[in-house]
């Protein structure tokens, strides 16, 4: 038999996990830094706008984010929207990449091959599959795994979830940390986390319990059409029609 609860409160929590908005990377030399300062481009700004001005008037009781400068400065723009002061978190932030901070595609190509979906399907988001996919158990030199993010994620996480029933959380993130939560939520392995796209300033909303499982109601939510699936469903042009 189900808990009793009070009238008109499930015996869940909400969470919102919100991708951080674009992000000037790569540099002007082609270089992909993560662990770095890396602040919002032009149109990260934007974004962070954009889904702050969807957000206005969310009863959340509170805002978290990871302490990247990316992450802080969508949560600074998304906290004026809700009323809240952000707490950063070090438990989200996205993973170390070690010894490739840095690194250009060029040079992954070159000299390390096995890292390269690091960018296709981490920061462009290119398709992912069981066959082509960033191994979670692939740990960058000096740096970690996705199952190493995951060991200090997922506690921090289940934090977030022992709060009482109704409260609602927003945690602002990074693409594989979200996915890894998701694939929790979902009662999947933390290596299955390649099967969700995460567009720049998309909203993943779950309800879960103290356990962290749960239902998950939106992947993406709030992201125009044209920035889902790796950008790559375009647009028609106005007035054709495909017979």
């Not at 002007?28 to 702050?52: F, I, K, T, W």
């Not at 996705?146 to 977030?160: C, H, K, T």
């Not at 103290?210 to 239902?215: N, Q, Y």
Request: hydrophobic content about 45%; charged content about 20%; aromatic content about 6%.
């Amino acid at each position: 038999m189900a808990e009793p609860t009070r009238a008109g409160v499930d015996p869940c929590s909400l969470v919102l996990l919100v991708r951080h908005a674009q992000a000037s990377v790569p540099d002007g030399r082609g270089r992909y830094v993560s662990e770095g300062p890396v602040p919002l481009s032009e149109r990260g700004l934007g974004e962070a706008r954009g889904l702050a001005a969807s957000l206005q008037g969310l009863r959340a009781d509170r805002l978290i984010s990871s302490d990247m400068q990316r992450a802080v400065e969508t949560a600074e723009v998304i906290a004026a929207a809700l009323d809240l002061d952000p707490h950063p978190d070090r438990a989200f932030r996205e993973v170390n990449c070690g010894a490739f901070e840095g690194a250009s595609l060029e040079r992954l190509l070159d000299s390390h091959p096995e890292y390269v979906s690091w960018v296709e399907a981490g920061f462009k988001q290119r398709f992912a599959s069981e066959q082509r996919h960033f191994p979670a158990d692939l740990r960058f030199p000096g740096g970690e795994s996705v199952l190493d993010m995951a060991g200090r994620a997922i506690p921090a996480f289940l934090d977030v979830c022992a709060a009482p029933a109704g409260t609602v959380t927003v945690i602002v993130s990074h693409a594989w940390v979200i996915s890894v939560i998701l694939c929790h939520v979902l009662g999947l392995g933390p290596e299955s986390y390649y099967r969700f796209g995460m567009p720049n300033a998309g909203v993943s909303v779950a309800r879960v319990g103290v356990d962290g499982r749960g239902m998950l109601d939106a992947s993406g939510w709030l992201v125009p059409l044209e920035r889902l699936a790796g950008s790559s469903l375009g647009a028609r042009s106005a007035g054709v029609r495909r017979s």
